[in-house]
C-alpha cells in the first residue's frame, strides 16, 4: 500500500525558512515522479513544485520560483521542500503526491499524502 | 499559465440524479486533463486521467470526456459517499488546477 506521510509544518514569521519533508512506502521511490500541491484554507488546489524519479527535471510554480527548491533522497525514500523567504500568501495545506507516468515527469497526482500545514504569520 | 474555469460552482442534486460538471481550458490541453474529487478534511483522490480513463478503484459511475478545451465528468447516479468537491486538472504545460465544482444534498 502506497503512504505518503508529511512533516515540518507549523508556524513561521514571515521571511522565515522551513522544510518539509514527505516519507515514501509502499512503492519504488525512485521510479517516481513526486511532487507538491498546496491548498490555503478554504481555497482550491495549487501546484508547487515537482520532480523526476532520478532528482532531475525540477519545475516550479511561478508564485515560489526562487524561493522554494523540492530535492529528494532515494536513500531515504523522502522528498523534500525548501521554503526560503515565506510570505502570508503561502499559508496553506501542502501535500506531497506520486505520480504514475514516465519515471522523469509528473503526469498526474496520483497518490496523496494527508498533507502538513504551514501558517506564515507574525 | 493556462487557466482552468469549472461550472457550475455548485451543483445541488439528490442520490440518484446524474451529475454533469464542466471544465473548460483557456487554450488546447489535447486530452491532458485530469479529475480528482476531495471531501472535507481530505486529500483529493484522482477519479480520470487523460480526460477519460479511469483511474485504478474508481467506480464505473464516474466517467469523464472531451478535448481541446471542453470536458465533461460525469458521475451517472449519486451515491451519498459522492457529495463533495470535484477539481480539474492539466498537464498539458506546467499543472493547473480549476477552481472546483462542489456536489451538494439538494
Known amino acids: 500500500e502506497v503512504q505518503l506521510l508529511e512533516s515540518g509544518g507549523g508556524l513561521i514569521q514571515p521571511g522565515g525558512s522551513l522544510r518539509l519533508s514527505c516519507a515514501a512506502s509502499?512503492?519504488?521511490?525512485?521510479?517516481?515522479?513526486m511532487t507538491w500541491v498546496r491548498q490555503a484554507p478554504g481555497k482550491g488546489l495549487e501546484w508547487v513544485s515537482a520532480i523526476g524519479g532520478r532528482g532531475d527535471s525540477a519545475s516550479y510554480a511561478e508564485s515560489v520560483k526562487g524561493r522554494f527548491t523540492i530535492s529528494r533522497d532515494s536513500s531515504r525514500n523522502t522528498l523534500y521542500l525548501q521554503m526560503d523567504s515565506l510570505r502570508a500568501d503561502d499559508t496553506a495545506v501542502y501535500y506531497c503526491?506520486?505520480?504514475?507516468?514516465?519515471?522523469?515527469?509528473?503526469?498526474?497526482?496520483?497518490?496523496w499524502g494527508q498533507g502538513t500545514l504551514v501558517t506564515v504569520s507574525s | 499559465e493556462i487557466e482552468l474555469t469549472q461550472s457550475p460552482a455548485t451543483l445541488s442534486l439528490s442520490p440518484g440524479e446524474r451529475a454533469t460538471l464542466s471544465c473548460r481550458a483557456s487554450?488546447?490541453?489535447?486530452?491532458?486533463l485530469g479529475w480528482y474529487q476531495q471531501k472535507p478534511g481530505q486529500a483529493p483522490r484522482l477519479l480520470i486521467y487523460d480526460a477519460s480513463k479511469r483511474a485504478t478503484g474508481i467506480p464505473a459511475r464516474f466517467s469523464g470526456s472531451g478535448s481541446g478545451t471542453d470536458f465533461t465528468l460525469t458521475i451517472s447516479s449519486l451515491e451519498p459517499e459522492d457529495f463533495a468537491v470535484y477539481f480539474c486538472q492539466q498537464r498539458f504545460k506546467l499543472y493547473t488546477f480549476g477552481p472546483g465544482t462542489k456536489v451538494d444534498v439538494k
Open positions: 503526491a506520486n505520480s504514475e507516468g514516465p519515471v522523469n515527469k509528473v503526469y498526474y497526482f496520483d497518490n
Open positions: 509502499g512503492f519504488t521511490f525512485s521510479n517516481y515522479a
Open positions: 487554450q488546447s490541453v489535447l486530452t491532458y
